[in-house]
């Protein structure tokens, strides 16, 4: 038998089939775990849109807070003017009164304080009554305050989750559409959002800052006034002058309540034998809002029945030697009070820690079944957080605040992405 003359020709082709084979092996690793790094880094892109989006809608969530609370600022402030506007118009329908009645006369008001000072009581005549009206709009404000921003602000903080929910899982749906519902699975791996916020009591929530507006807004500064006339007017006080005083305050108490008060009382020298020298009040204006009984001293309808001199010392009253309180004004003021209803301070939103500097965080995880049956996980971790724009000039601090609406989005580092 004949032996071939090159034994080993077939072993290069056992060989090349061995490597191809080995070849394929690696391709086919090589395709799995590029499918499998392609999947992973689709999901992560995703998945950090989707916590982005929910960032945005804490950020939008918190600026939304902050004008609701400039608002409720605003709000509150308008009711103080409402009610300065009340006893303004009320003073002048009683000071219209006084006139009418000659008590005290212009043409005296005029004689000892100017023509200035006489035209102005004069034109009391004209004074109407606008009282409801001005009640009305009183009353509109305070249902702002409590029904509608409020509740929006409730609505707001404790809707949140559930927006942020629907914002993720749509994000999810519209982006892997090639994915079924049943292969993703997402959490929340950490979650700052619950202990964000707190409700503050009325007091702690709105009087610093209303207490910063009031002292911006003259109208609402105290209204006091004093004119006095030449003296000699009595030649047994030469020294003494009769006085024209005004006297008003609008404030808001501990409760949120507001009180205005507006009195004008013209102070006349008279003496006599037993006390000497001494102030004769001629209430001409008063007025008084408070949603309280505020003690003092009861004035009688007139003094016909009892000299004014005795019923002032009786009563303990200071300005009959000093002219410093209109006390029979002020008097009368409480015995025609009309207190309109109101609310004390209502809750509100603010930052549970103010020292935090951003905030609140939360972590997102996602697992994925991969088209080849591989599970995929990966993660991704946002926050909203508060920066006022550069070069800003608003005289508040640096800090977080639920009252200025600078709070923005932003992605943060997760820990890992994925195994």
Known sequence: MRQPEHPQEGAVLAWGLI????????????FHVNQIAEQQGRL????DAAAYGAATEQARTLNLLAYINRAQLGHQLALGHLLTLATWDRAAQTQ???????????????????????????QARSAGDNQQALEQAFQAHQHLIYEVLAQAQQQLVQ???????????????????DWPAQALSWQFEQDEWPQFLLLQAGQSQWRPGLEHLVSLYG??????????????????????????????????????RWHSNDTQSMHMVRSNRWIGCYFREYAMAWALQT??????????????????????????????????????????????????SQRPWVDGYALADHS??????????????????????????????FSLPPGNTDSVDDGPSLFVPFWQARLMDSGGRGS
Not at 356 to 382: I, K
């Open 159 to 177: 809707g949140l989750p559930q927006r942020r929910q629907a914002i993720i899982q749509a994000t999810l749906e519209g982006s892997l559409p």
């Open 44 to 47: 992560s892109l995703v998945l």
């Open 356 to 385: 935090q500097s951003a905030g609140p965080d939360f972590v997102l995880n996602l697992q994925g079944q991969g088209h080849l049956g591989q599970t995929v996980h990966t993660r991704a971790a946002a926050q909203s957080f």
């Open 19 to 30: 490597a191809l084979a080995l070849l394929s092996v690696a391709w086919g690793g090589y």
């Open 219 to 256: 109208f609402l500064a105290p209204r006091d006034y004093e004119a006095r006339s030449y003296p000699g007017v009595d030649r047994r006080c030469p020294l003494w002058r009769h006085h024209l005083r005004r006297s008003g305050r609008t404030e808001f108490d501990r409760s949120g």
């Open 96 to 122: 219209s009164g006084q006139v009418r009645r000659a008590n005290p006369p212009a043409h005296l008001i005029a004689m000892m304080f100017g023509s200035a000072h006489g035209l102005a009581y004069t």
């Open 291 to 340: 949603p309280f009984p505020v003690p003092g001293i009861s004035a009688p309808d007139d003094f016909s029945g009892q000299s004014f001199w005795k019923w002032a010392l009786e009563q303990g009253n200071g300005s009959l030697l000093s002219a410093q309180g209109n006390t029979v004004a002020q008097s009368w003021a409480q015995r025609d009070a009309r207190p309109w």
